[in-house]
């Protein structure tokens, strides 16, 4: 509950800044839709904390049927909600409802008999405002193309433009969710054999080395 308080912070902070985010996208009829969306930063907490509390306890199977229910819902509740008349905000409410399922789903499968340790407030919160900044600055480093596009663009081709330029980068970012899959399985093997120097060059060699075997021809092929 705690960590959902946190992150009411930064959306109450776009809900009221909807009207100057939007006017520096060059739209001002996007104020509605950025209003809405700040729910978005707010609801998937219980699912990327149920995420990471997998991944850290190496049970992957849960990780993976929680990842997968979050995929499938988001993609039945966008098309479910824009095919009945939403549009747009059909789109942000399929986002949000699949936050609240897979979080749901999280839920349910970490149900445990082990007594959890004394937490340390002082370091988590430390440790939670570390992955915070690195989060928002790799989400700006994705986006600020696009948002830029969508900033210098004439107001009337804007939209157009904008749409083109995130079609063709989504399409470039498929070799990512290979890097992603290896990241988020590496991690927590990486960080358990930091004290054997050997194993851990051993996970980090091999990874690179995988993931440049499988990624390589994907982006060759796109190129």
Same mark, same amino acid.
């Given at each position: 509950?705690?960590?959902?308080?946190?992150? @009411?912070?930064?959306?109450?902070?776009?809900? @009221?800044?909807?009207?100057?985010?939007?006017?520096? &996208?060059?739209?001002?009829?996007?104020?509605?839709?950025?209003? @809405?969306?700040?729910?978005?930063?707010?609801?998937?907490?219980?699912?990327?904390?149920?995420?990471?509390?997998?991944?850290?306890?190496?049970?992957?199977?849960?990780?993976?049927?929680?990842?997968?229910?979050?995929?499938?819902?988001?993609?039945?509740?966008?098309a479910a909600f824009t095919a009945i008349g939403f549009k747009v905000y059909g789109a942000i409410m399929g986002f949000m409802s699949a936050?609240?399922?897979?979080? &749901?789903?999280?839920?349910?499968?970490?149900?445990?008999?082990?007594?959890?340790?004394?937490?340390?407030?002082?370091?988590?919160?430390?440790?939670?405002?570390?992955?915070?900044v690195t989060l928002l600055i790799s989400n700006l480093l994705i986006a600020i193309d696009l948002l830029m596009v969508k900033a210098l663009?004439?107001?009337?081709?804007?939209?157009?433009?904008?749409?083109?330029?995130?079609?063709?980068?989504?399409?470039?970012?498929?070799?990512? &969710?290979?890097?992603?899959?290896?990241?988020?399985?590496?991690?927590?093997?990486?960080?358990?054999?930091?004290?054997?120097?050997?194993?851990? &060059?051993?996970?980090?060699?091999?990874?690179?080395?995988? @993931?440049?075997?499988i990624s390589l021809p994907i982006m060759i092929v796109f190129a």
């Amino acid at each position: 509950m705690k960590i959902f308080l946190i992150n @009411l912070v930064p959306a109450a902070a776009v809900f @009221l800044l909807a009207e100057l985010i939007s006017l520096m &996208l060059n739209d001002i009829t996007l104020t509605p839709y950025i209003r @809405l969306s700040a729910l978005v930063l707010a609801l998937p907490t219980f699912y990327s904390l149920f995420l990471g509390e997998f991944n850290g306890l190496k049970k992957y199977k849960k990780q993976a049927a929680v990842t997968i229910t979050h995929q499938v819902t988001k993609f039945i509740g966008i098309a479910a909600f824009t095919a009945i008349g939403f549009k747009v905000y059909g789109a942000i409410m399929g986002f949000m409802s699949a936050a609240v399922i897979s979080g &749901l789903a999280g839920f349910i499968l970490s149900k445990s008999k082990s007594v959890p340790k004394k937490l340390d407030l002082k370091k988590f919160y430390y440790l939670i405002s570390l992955v915070a900044v690195t989060l928002l600055i790799s989400n700006l480093l994705i986006a600020i193309d696009l948002l830029m596009v969508k900033a210098l663009s004439p107001t009337a081709t804007a939209n157009t433009l904008s749409a083109l330029y995130s079609a063709a980068g989504t399409l470039s970012r498929v070799p990512l &969710l290979f890097a992603t899959t290896f990241a988020t399985v590496l991690l927590p093997l990486i960080a358990s054999k930091i004290g054997s120097k050997e194993k851990y &060059l051993f996970y980090m060699k091999n990874s690179f080395r995988y @993931l440049l075997i499988i990624s390589l021809p994907i982006m060759i092929v796109f190129a």
